[in-house]
């Protein structure tokens, strides 16, 4: 799969130790210190108590297909990478990852055990995970 020239994401101040990793094939995501909520998008404050003492940890990388949808055209999208398949997955780590699964849509239905791969950037040092099917 190839990433670009599909937009790649806005790095900021708040995403850049996210994107980064990324970059190193390994998914993060925050952990409240105060109430434990492990949560995902990248964000300063918790999303539910809204203590600053949140951190990075690190996710294991697998989980399960919560929802997904198939588009089969998509202007600007590369030809080669369509139909794509884009999914919530709930991570075994507990949050719910938008992202796309890399598989034929027949390969995938809701409850399929993924892991992540991560699809490099030319344009910046970050890299987009995406999820696979686990060959169990």
Do not use: Q
């Not at 699964?101 to 027949?106: R, S």
Request: glycine letters at 6%; one cysteine or more; aromatic letters at 10%.
């Amino acid at each position: 799969m190839s990433w670009e020239p599909r937009p790649t994401p806005e790095i900021t101040p708040e995403t850049k130790r996210y994107w980064s990793a990324a970059a190193d094939e390994t998914l993060l995501v925050r952990e409240c210190g105060d109430c434990g909520l492990v949560h995902h998008y990248p964000r300063e404050y918790c999303p539910d108590c809204f203590s600053d003492d949140v951190d990075w940890r690190e996710a294991t990388g697998t989980g399960t297909v919560y929802s997904y949808s198939v588009t089969r055209t998509m202007s600007g999208w590369p030809d080669e990478d369509l139909p794509l398949v884009i999914s919530y997955v709930e991570l075994d780590d507990g949050p719910r990852l938008l992202t796309n699964l890399d598989c034929e849509p027949d390969a995938v239905e809701i409850g399929t055990r993924v892991e992540v791969r991560f699809v490099s950037l030319k344009s910046a040092d970050a890299a987009i995970p995406v999820f696979v099917p686990l060959e169990e």
